[in-house]
């Protein structure tokens, strides 16, 4: 078992005050099969009038809390401890062929089934479309196993567009993203996304973090992180595979996962509504480092 | 009763003279209500027939022209989104009512009591376990790709249960009889107001009719309504808010009507606010709780922190307080995947599994394309079928199948096969007729009844009745309100006598003695001020341009002196909109005055004319209609025909009268029926602010001509204020600028002067809700003592003699600007003190991933 100590920040500096906030946070590491989150706990300032944890409908931690004294800056510091049991990679060739896995997806009636066939749809941020296809079908020759096509699929995202976080914005269309070929690690779990979903496998969007320095011998980046995504597919029989198109690698245990959902949206890290404020500037800065 | 002839009816007779009433086609392709075959009416048609034909139909038209009319005093409006000037259109009834025997209504009623416990236990099942999904009832993408199921709504069920508090169905009945569920409503259903509207006007206009007919009664079902509401209200000795989209919602009406007959406050998203995790309602008194929400939002729009980012419509945080358990939403947020048309395949399935019956009331046989075998079913059948998106998306509308060409036929199918989750084929139904009185006899008109249902504990009430509308034209598919057409009232005919109840809601215990009357939202006392401002800008305008049009017709010859234009731009400078008469091209565009002229007063494009401010204070009325007498709002909407578009300067003259008449009595209904709470003081304000500085504005233009022309412009001013009679009971002598400056500026007896305004506006400020604690004074406070002190110290002696002086005119110019600033000044304070508890929301740009 490795440990994490996660440390998300999020502040937001005001040049105008606020009256009253709102938010909606997905900032609590969720548990999974690999993964097992302790001590999560967020701190705001000012401190919230209310404060209240539930689970949304995907079993993610969600965190609603306002604040209704006069204030200038918010900032909302998440901390958790998060222990990950690795998984050795799946071998891409055992896995069935996509065009099987289509086939039986769209019929599974199991409990993991109809939970997974939801992931099939379009979402808020990810329409199907002739492009995604187009880009898609290279992958995805015919009696090719799944995980091997998905691998292919992410290995081309991962060579084929540039990390630019000045390319696009938190609205950027996915269709913009696809012509340019630029953007940031949200922007390349989306276009993996719609690639798999027009080819009816189902995918899913997991955010999270990514361990700020790997061993010792590398210097630890602490503070100059964000928040990561990446995706998760629906393999039958093996469940959910995820993968990182970010970086093309099949994460095992440098990936803590926060959240997941059909896209971005559902699990938006942190969101709000607020009264004045006038224009507001925002700084994040992540850590997840391993403790012995 | 045996079915009679056509020929045995006093029909026939009409026919034989040739008679409006006679010509009424049947055909054999859809049934007709009335008549089982030409010449055939059907038994509970015939007394009322015989009732319609001796009335004639020269007198039915007659009773026609009194229903719009009755309809018009009273309001009753549907917007209709196209219409470029965004007007409202008078709601049309026909006067003629749909009629359906007891004994089909009590099977068609069954039917909708179980089709509503049906859908309140999937929307109850969905939005927890979703058992249905799972045990194979309900197919996964059909709940999954709706944008309707709203993933945070989910397991924020309402306690206790039900889940559906109101349902609506739109009801069809095919050529062999039957009726058929169209649509299900289940989110925000509209039209129960207009048919409450509806039977009350129709009530009157055929008094004896309805009551010899045996018409089961309404008002059973609004009492429910409250009763329910009432209970399920978490928190006890909370007012209910019926939460509205705005003026501009093409049902406001209804609103407001709704409202006010409920006993319920109208509140905009921008009345409420979350904060301690309830909901509360901003009013000028501070924040009040709000228990219950009736909303006419759709779900999306409900919260702009979990739900459609960008609304307004409805308050952040509202879904946490729902969770909270602290208000409940009838319906809950969520309700609109019951509407969802591809749930109608599936219905009869589950009424079998859930309920252990077969459903009573059959939807339109309906496929949803996401089920592979339906799918090939509507790609064959097309050409008969009409398909719909299973939501409402921008581009994608309902079409028939019948009315396409090839190419379109197969890019819909394309489009189908593409994403078949979000269509389903429906069969087209040819919906049954029912006579409409058109120009002056009775014609078949497709229809389609729309029902209403409001849950109680031991399960659902239908409305008796419900809101008929019929298609514009003889062969229509499809009605729709926003496609035009007319509506009628339903009349479930009685076959016993129905004890009476009284269409005021008898309350749920003894009413206790108050005299508050409610807080004023901060929003109402807005649009009240204005409504105060308006009324009086308009009357103002009015006498202006009134005094204008007098002197151009009795000195044709002397048209357009400068007086005149002078005057002209006063009203320009006073309504800070600035006409045409000044700046550039002046000179010219005198010239051509009249037709410039015109245009100031009847064109509503142009902003500031008289017309605009007009629509202004109707617009006033119109958002603060609960708060208004019954009288005063006829008189509101009685202004709208003050201004038609006349053609001649005595015509124009004429209306003018009119609209000055109009306008004081909407004044004097206020002042005689308004309670004289915080809602009548914000109005009484803004009448009196305007009116002041509307004055200031004329005192102004008069000392700033030339003194040769002193007598005329003295004598327009007095008019122009009405004031003429009283400055000649006082003095015998011409006019003179001093004594016309005390009545008009310094006496507080002369109700049209400012000093009078001032202690008007005084007396009303310090009534006002308070922030802060005496001693203190508030703001607007300090402004109107400052003002009225600055007034009462005024000398005006040395300019009781004939000569003036530069420096004369200088400190009166200086007296009048400084005046006018303090009562700006006051407007902008109690805007911001009391109004604006409204700070601009912004959504925070949200944290993304960027990691790499």
């Known amino acids: 078992m490795i440990r994490y100590r996660v440390t998300h920040v999020t502040e937001y500096r005001y040049n105008a005050s606020v009256s009253q906030c709102q938010n909606e946070a997905h900032l609590l590491p969720r548990s999974t099969p690999q993964q097992k989150c302790e001590h999560g706990q967020l701190r705001i300032q000012p401190s919230p009038a209310a404060y209240q944890d539930r689970k949304d409908f995907f079993g993610n931690h969600v965190t609603y809390f306002t604040i209704q004294e006069s204030h200038v800056s918010l900032s909302v510091t998440a901390r958790s401890e998060v222990l990950i049991a690795p998984a050795a990679p799946p071998p891409l060739r055992d896995s069935p062929t996509w065009e099987e896995t289509r086939r039986s997806v769209s019929k599974d009636t199991s409990h993991a089934g109809i939970e997974a066939r939801q992931f099939l749809l379009d979402s808020p941020l990810v329409h199907s479309s002739a492009a995604l296809t187009a880009y898609a079908t290279p992958s995805f020759t015919p009696d090719r196993p799944l995980l091997e096509a998905v691998a292919d699929l992410v290995q081309r995202i991962y060579q084929e567009f540039t990390y630019e976080p000045e390319a696009t914005t938190v609205s950027t269309p996915l269709g913009e993203v696809l012509d340019h070929r630029q953007g940031v690690c949200q922007d390349f779990a989306h276009v993996a996304i719609g690639c798999l979903r027009t080819h009816g496998i189902a995918a899913r969007y997991v955010s999270g973090y990514l361990e700020t320095a790997a061993s010792d011998d590398q210097p630890q980046l602490t503070g100059a992180a964000a928040s990561h995504a990446w995706v998760s597919v629906y393999c039958p029989g093996q469940g959910w595979i995820d993968f990182d198109p970010t970086n093309n690698i099949i994460p095992t245990d440098q990936h803590i996962t926060v959240a997941w959902g059909r896209d971005y949206s559902d699990v938006t890290p942190l969101k709000g509504v607020v009264a004045g404020g006038g224009s507001p500037v925002l700084d994040v800065a992540v850590t997840a480092q391993r403790v012995s | ?852």
């Open chain 2, 1 to 852: 009763m045996p079915e009679s002839t056509y020929a045995e009816t006093p029909f026939q007779r009409d026919a034989a003279r040739g008679d409006a009433l006679a010509h009424y086609p049947v055909s054999s392709a859809r049934f007709d209500e009335m008549c089982s075959a030409p010449g055939t009416v059907r038994p509970h048609w015939q007394y009322a027939l015989r009732a319609f034909d001796a009335l004639g139909a020269v007198e039915l038209g007659r009773r026609r022209n009194e229903v719009q009319q009755v309809l018009r005093e009273n309001g009753v409006t549907y917007n209709v989104y196209t219409d470029p000037q965004g007007r409202t259109r008078p709601w049309a009834l026909d006067v003629i009512p749909a009629l359906l025997t007891s004994q089909e209504w009590r099977t068609i009623e069954q039917g909708l009591v179980q089709r509503a416990e049906l859908l309140n236990l999937i929307g109850t099942d969905l939005y927890g376990p979703q058992q249905l999904i799972h045990d194979g009832l309900l197919p996964p993408e059909l709940i999954y790709t709706h944008p309707g199921f709203l993933r945070p709504c989910h397991g924020a069920l309402p306690t206790p249960i039900p889940y559906l508090c109101l349902y609506a169905a739109d009801l069809a009945r095919a050529p062999n009889g039957t009726i058929r569920v169209l649509n299900d409503r289940t989110q925000a259903p509209s039209g129960a107001g207009y048919a409450l509207e509806n039977r009350l006007v129709l009530a009157r206009i055929l008094p004896s009719l309805y009551r010899d007919a045996q018409v089961h009664r309404l008002s059973l079902f609004f009492r429910t309504l409250r009763s329910t509401l009432a209970a399920l209200t978490p928190t006890p000795q909370t007012r209910t808010a019926l939460l509205t989209p705005g003026p501009q919602n093409e049902t406001y009406f209804e609103h407001a009507y709704l409202a006010s007959y409920l006993d319920y406050t109208l509140a905009q998203g921008d009345d409420l606010t979350v904060r301690d995790g309830r909901l509360w309602l901003k009013t000028v008194d501070g924040l009040q709780p709000v228990g219950a929400v009736v909303r006419r939002v759709d779900d999306t729009f409900c919260d702009p922190l979990e739900l459609q980012r960008e609304s307004l419509l409805a308050p952040p945080g509202l879904l946490q307080a729902v969770r909270n358990g602290t208000v409940m939403v009838a319906n809950p947020l969520g309700s609109g995947l019951l509407e969802n048309p591809g749930l109608m395949a599936y219905l009869p399935r589950i009424a079998k599994v859930l309920l252990g019956q077969d459903l009573r009331l059959a939807s339109v046989p309906t496929w949803w394309c996401g089920d592979e075998r339906a799918l090939a079913y509507v790609v064959d059948h097309i050409e008969q079928l009409v398909i719909k998106p299973v939501f409402p998306l921008p581009g994608t509308a309902t079409v028939y199948g019948a009315q396409l060409s090839v190419q379109e036929r197969d890019s819909l199918i394309q489009n189908i096969r593409a994403h078949p989750h979000c269509f389903v084929g429906q069969e087209q139904v040819a919906l049954s007729t029912t006579p409409v009185f058109i120009e002056d006899r009775l014609e078949p008109r497709p229809m389609v009844l729309r029902s209403f249902l409001v849950s109680r504990n031991d399960g659902y009430v239908a409305m008796p009745g419900g809101l008929t509308r019929v298609a514009p034209d003889t062969d229509g598919w499809l009605v729709s309100g926003q496609a035009g057409g007319l509506s009628k009232d339903t009349w479930i005919l009685a076959s016993e006598p129905e004890s009476q109840f009284s269409l005021i809601p008898a309350p749920e215990h003894a009413v206790s003695i108050t005299r508050s009357g409610g807080e004023v939202p901060s929003q109402i006392a807005d649009n009240l001020f204005w409504l105060g401002r308006y009324v009086e800008r308009t009357a103002g305008g009015a006498r202006v341009f009134r005094e204008v049009l007098q002197r151009v017709l009795d000195t044709e010859t002397a048209r357009y002196d400068t007086s005149l234009s002078a005057f002209l731009s006063a009203h320009t400078h006073s309504t800070a909109t600035y006409l045409r008469f000044i700046g550039y091209g002046e000179r010219r565009r005198l010239a051509v005055a009249e037709q410039e002229l015109f245009a100031t007063i009847l064109d509503a494009a142009r902003p500031g004319s008289l017309r605009f401010h007009l629509n202004a204070v109707v617009r006033a009325g119109q958002a603060a209609r609960d708060w208004l007498s019954d009288d005063a709002w006829r008189a509101i909407n009685r202004l709208d025909r003050e201004l038609p578009q006349v053609k001649s300067l005595s015509e124009m003259l004429e209306s003018l009268e009119g609209l000055i008449i109009g306008l004081a009595s909407v004044n004097g209904l206020n002042t005689e029926s308004m309670a004289r709470g915080h809602g009548f003081r914000f109005m009484e304000i803004g009448r009196r602010l305007e009116r002041a500085l509307y004055t200031l504005s004329l005192l102004r233009t008069g000392c700033e001509l030339p003194h040769e022309t002193e007598k005329v412009v003295w004598d327009m001013v007095l008019a122009m204020t009405d004031s003429l009679m009283t400055y000649r009971r006082r003095y015998a002598s011409a006019v003179q600028a001093g004594a016309v400056l005390d009545l008009l500026l310094l006496d507080e007896s002369n109700p049209r002067s400012v000093g009078y305004q001032l202690v008007q506006i005084r007396d009303q400020v310090l009534s006002l809700p308070r922030k802060k604690p005496l001693p203190h004074r508030s703001a607007e406070e300090r402004i109107i003592l400052e003002t009225l002190t600055t007034l009462r110290v005024t000398d005006l002696e040395r300019y009781s003699t004939s000569t003036w002086d530069a420096d004369m005119d200088e400190t009166l110019g200086q007296l009048f600007a400084g005046l006018s600033t303090h009562l700006l000044a006051l407007s902008e304070t109690l805007s911001r003190d009391y109004f604006s508890h409204i700070e601009v929301q912004q959504q925070l740009t949200a944290t993304r991933s960027t990691s790499r």
